[in-house]
């Protein structure tokens, strides 16, 4: 089955601490997208990448980064100058400028 | 830069009956999309309906249709015939058709939770 698989669907971080989450798709996309999703605050883009070793950043992106070695994956790390890293992550890929997204189940990270 | 805006936090409708979601949004594009995404509780989310800015005919995708008015910047999503299955968090997002003005990023509402009551 095609789809967007992200890993782990719940993390927990000691405060200092980086964190990686996973972002797969086989649907072979260009564009992939990571979105930081809290309570009343809707989608908030953090990074994208239209192509393999491209990327720019979103509205966030300040204590985050990423990388896109391959087509199919767009891991995002989580760094310690993240001043507010709780919050659920979602990861999307879509055809380049199609609009329509394909989401994974997010991941929830939580920093103690 | 574009802004969504849905003034509905949250909503309730009865099964089987019809609700609207509104959404407005603010741009000097000439040449966008309009789209309402699903987040229902299991939090995977799924694209419901897409709207091209130069049709001037609205999308329709079964159940759910959208009221676009353009002059107005307005992209209101109507449900009918409720089921207990739509209840979900419903985003509005925009992204502007040229490649140069955003590189196809979407901008999102703050959403409207929709809870459909049996």
């Known amino acids: 089955d095609g789809g967007i698989t992200q890993s782990p669907k719940y993390l927990f971080r000691k405060e200092g601490q980086n964190v990686t989450l996973s972002c797969e798709q086989n649907?072979?996309?260009?564009?992939m997208y990571w979105y930081r999703q809290d309570p009343g605050q809707g989608l908030r883009l953090i990074y994208y990448s239209q192509i393999v070793n491209d990327f720019q950043k979103g509205d966030i992106a300040e204590g985050y980064s990423v990388s896109r070695e391959k087509k199919e994956s767009f891991p995002l790390t989580v760094t310690s100058a993240q001043k507010n890293p709780t919050a659920f992550y979602l990861c999307?890929?879509?055809?380049?400028?199609?609009?329509?997204?394909?989401f994974g189940e997010g991941s929830r990270l939580t920093v103690l | 830069a574009q802004t969504v805006t849905q003034s509905q936090p949250e909503m309730s409708v009865q099964e089987a009956e019809t609700v609207t979601l509104s959404c407005t949004y603010d741009t000097s594009e000439s040449n966008y999309y309009l789209f309402w995404y699903k987040q229902p509780p299991s939090r995977q989310m799924i694209l419901v309906i897409r709207?091209?800015?130069?049709?001037?005919q609205n999308a329709t995708e079964n159940r759910f249709s959208v009221n676009f008015q353009k002059a107005a910047k307005s992209f209101s999503l109507k449900i009918s015939d409720s089921q207990l299955g739509d209840t979900a968090m419903y985003f509005c997002a925009f992204m502007a058709a040229d490649s140069g003005a955003g590189s196809y990023q979407l901008t999102f509402g703050k959403g409207t939770k929709l809870s459909v009551i049996p």
């Open positions: 999307a890929s879509s055809i380049r400028g199609s609009g329509e997204l394909f």
């Open positions: 709207q091209e800015a130069y049709k001037q």
């Open positions: 649907l072979n996309h260009d564009a």
